[in-house]
């Protein structure tokens, strides 16, 4: 591969990395939650940086196998962010049925939904 070639798709890699950032939208702070079990909760910060478009999130815990739902509950389960504002997300544990030898592994899941615009046709 000539060095020409080489930068060119360096180039192409970066300015699609820098349009996805300045994009604006729903971010969650943390790739990760670790859950200590001696705290009661731990929290999830999520920000809208979109300078317009309000979402409503819903969040919620999966088990590995996303069959069925994990001893935990996030609250708020399901509320509007608005343009340029953040929040925080709190997990709360609900069960005592983990085990205490080893790390368990959950899913946080949070769906964002973009504000419409009211529109006077009825059928839109």
Do not use: H
């Not at 999830?44 to 979109?50: E, I, S, T």
């Amino acid at each position: 591969m000539s060095k020409r070639t080489f930068a060119v798709i360096i180039t192409l890699l970066c300015s699609f990395c820098i349009g996805q950032a300045l994009a604006g939208g729903i971010v969650l702070q943390r790739t990760r939650v670790i859950y200590d079990a001696s705290r009661k909760e731990a929290a999830l910060p999520v920000a809208n940086k979109g300078a317009e478009t309000p979402y409503l999130l819903q969040s919620w815990v999966d088990n590995i196998d996303g069959t069925s739902r994990a001893p935990f509950i996030i609250t708020p389960p399901l509320f509007r962010l608005e343009a340029g504002d953040d929040s925080s997300l709190r997990i709360i544990k609900t069960a005592d049925n983990l085990p205490e030898n080893k790390e368990s592994l959950f899913y946080i899941n949070v769906r964002a939904i973009p504000a419409k615009k009211k529109s006077d046709d009825v059928n839109a």
